[in-house]
């Protein structure tokens, strides 16, 4: 399926792999197969919360998901099996986070964006196309002497990321998650380092490469960081060593609309396209909104920027597993 247009990262097997491990999530990774060649893939995971609700996804913990195939015909018989499913294990809801938007008669989630940019052929090029305050941190960071470093492990990114998301009052996923991540796709996850002049890290970021794109997917700061100009140098140097290794799209990820890194990635000369998030509703009225913009969940996320680090990564994993 390396081939179909629509598959990403997040339509690779070995996810089925990680979030049964890891999660202990019940995955269902259907195919569409004709004459002995797979037409179409559609991954799912089962999260069935207490706390979230209870729910077929595809894919959890993925920006992207929904429907790979190399026909209107596989696409349909993969979908209409995937609801079959939903039904039959009682989920309050099926979700398709689809790319582009295929039913336009499902309620839809649009509070998510994605960012992706072309990587030109020249270094310098790719510099210069950066929005000149951008381009000015980024040399403020290479004035400041940081450097980057690709890690054979993921313990200084989970350093600096479970700070981050700690500060921001959000529970960190697992360190074994990570692991696992680097473990199952080798080469195509790979961790960016970058350490002040004094050989502190500093920042962080975990990749996904997939065909001829690099997805940073997840990342990290400490607050030192902010004066160094670490996370444009991060984003810079992540760039600049996938121009020279040839590949061709930037993918910023996604964002929420209006929030922080939302505006960062504008700033960077990316321009938002929309996902559409499709849902199929069985046992609920509305679609959910499980994310940190919800304001029932604030009190929850100014309590957990109080609470100790140590204790908020050891109660993290209890409560991401569930969100999917």
């Not at 399926?1 to 089925?16: D, E, S």
């Not at 004459?35 to 207490?50: A, T, W």
């Not at 400041?144 to 990114?157: A, C, E, K, W, Y």
């Not at 000369?269 to 909104?289: A, D, V």
Request: aromatic content about 12%; hydrophobic content about 40%.
């Amino acid at each position: 399926m390396q081939a179909c247009p629509q598959a990403t990262f997040f339509h690779r097997a070995g996810w089925q792999s990680v979030i049964r491990d890891v999660f202990h999530h019940d995955t269902y990774f259907l195919f569409a197969e004709s004459q002995g060649v797979i037409q179409g893939v559609l991954p799912l995971g089962h999260v069935n919360s207490r706390l979230f609700g209870n729910s077929l996804t595809s894919l959890p913990f993925a920006v992207y998901g929904g429907v790979a195939a190399l026909s209107d015909a596989a696409a349909n018989a993969l979908e209409e099996e995937a609801q079959r499913l939903a039904q039959q294990l009682g989920t309050d809801h099926l979700e398709l986070r689809n790319v582009e938007r295929r039913h336009t008669d499902w309620p839809l989630q649009d509070l998510y964006v994605t960012f992706r940019k072309e990587i030109l052929p020249a270094e310098e090029d790719n510099l210069l196309a950066i929005p000149r305050k951008q381009r000015a941190m980024v040399r403020k960071g290479i004035k400041n002497g940081l450097t980057s470093h690709i890690d054979p492990n993921v313990d200084r990114f989970f350093a600096v990321y479970a700070d981050n998301v700690h500060r921001h009052g959000t529970p960190a996923m697992p360190k074994r998650y990570f692991q696992a991540l680097m473990k199952t796709f080798g080469t195509d996850c790979e961790v960016l380092t970058i350490c002040s002049a004094t050989g502190e890290p500093v920042s962080s970021v975990l990749s996904f490469y997939f065909r001829d794109e690099v997805l940073p997917y997840y990342a990290g700061d400490f607050e030192s960081a902010r004066d160094l100009a670490a996370n444009d140098f991060k984003y810079w140097e992540l760039m600049r060593r996938a121009c020279a290794r040839g590949l061709r799209v930037f993918d910023y990820g996604r964002s929420k609309a209006g929030t922080g890194p939302y505006a960062f990635k504008k700033n960077w000369g990316f321009e938002p396209t929309p996902l559409h998030y499709e849902y199929r509703l069985y046992k609920r009225e509305s679609i959910p909104q499980n994310n940190p913009t919800n304001a029932k969940y604030q009190l929850l996320i100014a309590t957990w920027r109080r609470m100790p680090l140590a204790m908020a990564n050891w109660l993290g994993p209890f409560i991401v597993r569930n969100l999917g």
